[in-house]
T-cell receptor
Framework: DAKTTQPPSMDCAEGRAANLPCNHS???????VYWYRQIHSQGPQYIIHGLKNNETNEMASLIITEDRKSSTLILPHATLRDTAVYYCIVRLNDYKLSFGAGTTVTVRA | EAGVTQFPSHSVIEKGQTVTLRCDPISGHDNLYWYRRVMGKEIKFLLHFVKESKQDESGMPNNRFLAERTGGTYSTLKVQPAELEDSGVYFC????????????FGSGTRLTVV
């Protein structure tokens, strides 16, 4: 699996967009970028995934650069409930996920 | 739709005792996975069932851990005998298909071995 690099932590103001970067410079052509998050005391939660094109769902948007070496998860209007650890994972599929340290996102009122 | 259910939510046992964790996946999900986070470490894959068959148990730490999924419905993970380093949070997840659509995780069982 391609290695991913995420900042260890970031703060975001409530109501503002949160932009979470992820570097995956060794990604191969058929590997997907997955994002999960873990809210305290809960299990990890699937957010979104993509291959080449930008993706959007009810939770977030995923922007993947043209060379696919990096991506950004966007939470359009962060709320206090979005405070969590966010994991960027690169894999052929989401079988046997490998969670790294992730980015601890704190949304402040 | 009911989610993935795990119980107990917390368990405190003494070293050397046996503990059995249970996971009820989402109905109809053939794929069931166990993961765990031991103290200070990252979440790691333990094993994967397709229906009642173990497809991959490469993440199981040692033979003190035994997972079963009788009848392809719920699954149990038994630790016997438990050691201090087994303390952590054990997560179960299920998925309809293999790959691409995301898992649904349970809230986990927090195991403390004293």
């Amino acid at each position: 699996d391609a290695k991913t690099t995420q900042p260890p932590s970031m703060d975001c103001a409530e109501g503002r967009a949160a932009n979470l970067p992820c570097n995956h410079s060794t990604i191969s052509g058929n590997e997907y970028v997955y994002w999960y998050r873990q809210i305290h005391s809960q299990g990890p939660q699937y957010i979104i995934h993509g291959l080449k094109n930008n993706e959007t769902n009810e939770m977030a948007s995923l922007i993947i650069t043209e060379d696919r070496k990096s991506s950004t998860l966007i939470l359009p209007h962060a709320t206090l409930r979005d405070t969590a650890v966010y994991y960027c994972i690169v894999r052929l599929n989401d079988y046997k996920l490998s969670f790294g340290a992730g980015t601890t996102v704190t949304v402040r009122a | 739709e009911a989610g993935v259910t795990q119980f107990p939510s917390h368990s405190v046992i003494e070293k050397g005792q046996t503990v059995t964790l249970r996971c009820d996946p989402i109905s109809g999900h053939d794929n069931l996975y166990w993961y765990r986070r031991v103290m200070g470490k990252e979440i790691k894959f333990l094993l994967h069932f397709v229906k009642e068959s173990k497809q991959d148990e490469s993440g199981m730490p040692n033979n003190r851990f035994l997972a079963e999924r009788t009848g392809g419905t719920y699954s149990t993970l038994k630790v016997q005998p438990a050691e201090l380093e087994d303390s952590g949070v054990y997560f179960c997840a299920s998925s309809l298909n293999l790959g691409g659509l995301g898992y649904t995780f349970g809230s986990g069982t927090r195991l403390t071995v004293v």
